[in-house]
């Protein structure tokens, strides 16, 4: 890089967002992280500066159309160009479909399909005018396949990931890089660890999803010559059953 560039990490957490943020902070990029609550990502933030990069955090909700169109000015206007854009909100949860509220349907719709389409199209509007960048969504299982108990969980991943299809399709050919990465399996998280002993007990065999790793194959992405890039990445530990 000649001049300074940002990276836009929607949903920020303390695993994959967090790797991700550190890894293209250590190739220069400034880190721009955001959760919904910005004391959350006060250690991630500073643990980049530590490290002798730099990062910047921000409060912001992506189910908000108008609160995300302020994100993305102020980054452009206040901090550099946005070069990549990698939307990482989860919205995992499981209901039996009978129990499935309209209201958690809809938050969890919310949070992982509209908010992917509001930051992608944000992204969009950045990056035309330069005629490059990268836009990275992470999926999971359930954008494949829908299983008992995740039809919400489900319906939102499908929904992103034929997002992802159709920005890729529009934007590909203006030289914007979409891409779209199955996460297959579990990742070394607090999560997992308080609670599905048994599956993190795997991970000194390399049997879950190690979050630096994940963060690796985002920014290779983000590298690919565009003679031949990669729309659709699935990643899962090489015992996982799919």
Known sequence: MTSPQAALIVGAGDATGGAIARRF???????????????????????IRDAGGQAHGFA????????????????????APIEVVVFNIGANVRFNVVDTTER?????????ALAGFLVGRE???????RGRGTILFTGATASLRGGAGFAAFAGAKHALRSLAQSLARELGPQGIHVAHVVIDGAIDTQFIAENFPQRYALKDRDGILNPEHIAEAYWQLHRQPRSAWTHEM?????????
């Open 25 to 47: 902070a250590r190739e220069g990029y400034i880190a721009c992280v955001t959760r919904r609550s910005a004391d959350k990502l006060e250690r991630l933030v500073q643990g």
């Open 234 to 242: 699935d990643l899962r530990p090489w015992m996982e059953t799919w």
């Open 123 to 129: 992204a969009a509007r950045a990056m035309l005018p």
């Open 104 to 112: 958690v349907y809809r938050k969890v719709w919310e949070m992982g």
């Open 60 to 79: 912001s909700d992506a189910r908000d159309e108008a609160a995300v169109t302020a994100l993305v000015a102020q980054i452009e206007r206040d901090i």
